[in-house]
């Protein structure tokens, strides 16, 4: 897999059942296939719980939620200790650029989950952004927030 400009991690991966590799998702408990946005969700997590502090079992992954009564799925959903979602994340590939549509894409998730943070990652390049839900506005953050920060 690519390297990432996030730091290094000691992944765990094996042979799937079907013949693709496998990367053992530690907030999942369980092995997933390894895709390129999958190297970067991995990394991302990692990123979150041993560099920025978030607790593990603060973080929820690839979980489905209903957006106009679609059903949509967000990468990564962070809480803060009263039991409030903080930050959403979108990961993609490596190969991926990041564009309007992929915050289109995280703002959308936003509209259902009315976090005061969000960002986009592609292992590559990482933006955030905090939000102002009264001014229907936001502003991008020149690194990303803490736990720390967000458990206020």
């Known amino acids: 897999m690519e390297k990432l400009n996030l730091p290094e991690i000691a ?14 998702d530690e907030i999942r408990k369980k092995f997933v296939r390894l895709t390129p946005e999958e190297w970067v969700r991995q990394h991302f997590l990692h990123f979150m719980v041993h560099q920025l502090g978030f ?3 603060l973080i929820v992954v690839e979980a489905a939620i209903k957006y106009n009564s679609m059903p949509k799925r967000f990468d990564i959903l962070a809480y803060r200790t009263d039991g409030k979602p ?6 993609k590939g490596p190969e991926i650029e990041i564009t309007q549509a992929v915050f289109d894409q995280v703002a959308m998730y936003n509209m259902t989950l009315t976090v005061d943070y969000l960002a986009v990652t592609n ?9 102002d839900h009264e001014k229907r506005s936001y502003s991008f953050l020149k690194e990303m927030p803490a736990f720390e920060f967000l458990n206020r």
Do not use: D, N
């Open 123 to 131: 292992g590559i390049s990482t933006y955030s952004c905090s939000i």
């Open 55 to 57: 607790p593990a079992s």
């Open 11 to 24: 992944a765990r991966t094996r042979p799937g059942k079907s013949g693709k590799q496998e990367i053992f």
């Open 86 to 91: 903080c930050l959403v994340v979108e990961c």
